[in-house]
């Protein structure tokens, strides 16, 4: 994986601190959690979305993060394995989405989501970018989501985002 200048500079640093302070403020994270809760209602999946200003440290690869931040955010620990992590890496500008194993979806359905929303990111469409991306991530789990069983827990994880 190349570094480049921001990363090098530490530009990426202060860009995703600025940006996650102008625009995922708490106004924005009530309309994805709403956005995330009423899609909810169609399937057993459960979507969390978590945004990180900037990769730390001991984490260079945003691939290895967004995998890290599923664990500790116990995205996989739902009854029918149905846990989605949408996660961006704001000073980096990387997105990634980790599906568990319970949900049946082809890999290209994700890359696509996260393809559109850079585009929209890179526009300076961030609410509507993501409200977008979840909104394509809850139409892929209305088809790839195991069906709720009657008397299964729904809602196992929280429907607010998590800023990192």
Request: hydrophobic residues 45%; negative net charge.
């Amino acid at each position: 994986m190349s570094v480049n200048w921001k990363e090098l500079s530490g530009w990426a640093s202060v860009q995703g601190q600025w940006l996650r302070r102008r625009y995922f403020n708490a106004e924005m994270l009530g309309h994805l959690a709403e956005q995330i809760r009423k899609g909810e209602e169609d399937h057993s999946g459960e979507l969390v979305v978590a945004i990180e200003a900037v990769l730390p440290a001991h984490e260079a690869d945003s691939a290895q993060r967004a995998l890290e931040v599923f664990g500790r955010l116990r995205v996989w620990d739902t009854p029918l394995n149905s846990g989605v992590l949408l996660y961006l890496a704001l000073g980096q500008r990387r997105i990634h989405i980790i599906a568990d194993r319970g949900i049946q979806a082809d890999p290209a359905q994700w890359e696509q989501i996260c393809r559109q929303l850079e585009k929209d990111l890179a526009s300076r469409e961030y609410l509507s970018g993501l409200l977008g991306a979840v909104s394509a991530i809850e139409a892929v789990l209305q088809k790839g989501a195991p069906t709720q069983t009657p008397g299964a827990a729904g809602n196992a994880l929280p429907d607010e985002p998590v800023l990192l």
